[in-house]
């Protein structure tokens, strides 16, 4: 099994809403990322947490906050988007080693309005 | 993160035909995966070369790496109609395993 599930797969959502976007994985990885998409650009790294613990966060707006409760879960809480932070949001999910292969859910389809 | 560069950024073949795509980076790095994208969906992994390797096979996929060039090519043999899609390098650069990406080429390939 190398499936990464994220729900939803489409929110949208208003700026001063909050919402979270969910990821799981089983395949016993303990290393889980965000990215983030625009349309017709390479995914962005978002956040890295490695042992359940945040070991990158690449300078993202504090209205992104992640989650991680447990080895098998990564949550991205969002509160007071922005339009301009409509976009496709990835979770991967890998060993931490140097040499492991990294597991993209579907994604989430944000449109902030 | 130095981004990766590829090219052509769009490829369009006739079923049957092979595919080419490259890569550039600008770092060392421990290992460079190729990834398929539907229609702004999900990556799907296709195949991980480590930087020790010269060139991997995985059924119709060819991936070759050149680190005195910084470089690697992904074929496609005997394209597809659904091998239609965006295609991603990603690279963990020396002692870290987060994944950078290249630009993507997209990829149709006409029944």
């Known amino acids: 099994d190398t499936e990464v599930t994220q729900t939803p797969k489409h929110l949208v959502m208003g700026m001063t809403n909050k919402k979270s976007l969910k990821c799981e994985q089983h395949m016993g990885h303990r290393a889980m990322y965000w990215y983030k998409q625009k349309a017709k650009k390479p995914p962005e790294l978002m956040f890295v947490y490695s042992y359940e613990k945040l070991s990158i966060n690449e300078s993202v707006p504090s209205r992104f906050s992640p989650e991680c409760p447990n080895s098998s879960l990564l949550n991205l809480h969002l509160h007071a988007l922005q339009p301009e932070d409509s976009a496709l949001y990835l979770c991967?999910?890998?060993?931490?080693?140097?040499?492991?292969?990294?597991?993209f859910g579907q994604g989430t389809r944000l449109t902030v309005v | 993160s130095q981004q990766g560069e590829e090219d052509p950024q769009a490829l369009s073949i006739q079923e049957g035909e092979n595919a080419t795509m490259n890569c550039s980076y600008k770092?060392?790095?421990?290992?460079l995966q190729w990834y398929r994208q539907n229609s702004g969906r999900g990556l799907v992994h296709l195949i991980l070369?480590?930087?020790?390797?010269r060139e991997k096979h995985s059924g119709r996929l060819r991936v070759t790496l050149d680190t005195s060039k910084k470089s690697s090519s992904l074929l496609i043999t005997a394209s597809r109609a659904a091998d239609t899609a965006s295609y991603f390098c990603a690279y963990s650069g020396a002692g870290s395993y987060q994944l950078t990406f290249g630009k993507g080429t997209k990829l149709s390939v006409i029944p």
């Open positions: 991967a999910s890998s060993q931490p080693g140097i040499r492991a292969e990294a597991f």
């Open positions: 070369i480590r930087s020790n390797e």
């Open positions: 770092t060392s790095i421990n290992n």
